[in-house]
């Protein structure tokens, strides 16, 4: 059919190999389904699942030891509602979970990953925009395994300089703020906390 302008319509290309993304079969499928099936057992929140990220399988699907998994705390349900976002939205969400820390901190030590990153839902509702409940599951993770290797990745907590210095802090000693994103890395912890967005220099 030719378009309105009376020239032929463009031949849609195809989608190069490398974007395509196959299903997981044998141990990868193994892997994965162990992992489904732990994080729906212990109640978890993972922004995988909630923001149906097309490559779950790639992460999830390794090997014992080399997979990798993105917790989401604070919830499945956040308090602001991009655009762009998958992830549920609500102005009254329920309340934070206080055992969330603990078990994330056992889930993470009983599927023997070696690298995990943490992020969460933004909960605008909380009186320190959650920063204390994600510092609280650093630090269980970190004593249930030691070498564990920790990325977070933070909301921008409004701009509240107390609610990144209180993560910072009880994450890793010695941290200060830079402008920017700030990024802190010691003792096997990862700190992302993008606040430029917030005002913050």
């Not at 990153?117 to 395994?145: C, I, M, N, Y």
């Not at 300089?161 to 003792?187: K, N, P, T, Y």
Request: hydrophobic share 35%.
């Amino acid at each position: 059919m030719a378009a309105a302008d009376g020239s032929k319509p463009r031949k849609r290309e195809p989608k190069p190999d490398w974007l395509r993304i196959d299903t997981p079969t044998g141990e990868r499928r193994e892997n994965l389904d162990r992992l489904l099936k732990d994080v729906k057992k212990l109640n978890l929140a993972t922004v995988c699942e909630e923001a149906k990220c097309p490559n779950i399988g790639e992460c999830w699907g390794g090997k014992q030891g080399t997979a990798t998994a993105t917790i989401m705390l604070m919830g499945d349900t956040c308090t602001r509602g991009c655009y762009f976002c998958a992830v549920k939205t609500s102005h009254a969400p329920p309340p934070l979970d206080p055992t969330e820390p603990k078990r994330v901190a056992e889930a993470i030590a009983k599927w023997g990953l070696s690298y995990v990153v943490l992020t969460s839902v933004d909960r605008d509702d909380q009186p320190d925009q959650g920063s204390g409940h994600f510092a609280e599951t650093v630090r269980r993770l970190k004593a249930e395994k030691p070498n564990l290797l920790v990325e977070c990745l933070t909301p921008d907590f409004r701009g509240v300089h107390e609610c990144i210095d209180l993560v910072a802090q009880r994450c890793v000693r010695g941290a200060g703020r830079a402008a920017g994103v700030c990024s802190w890395a010691a003792a096997g912890v990862l700190l992302r906390c993008c606040w430029a967005a917030a005002g913050l220099r």
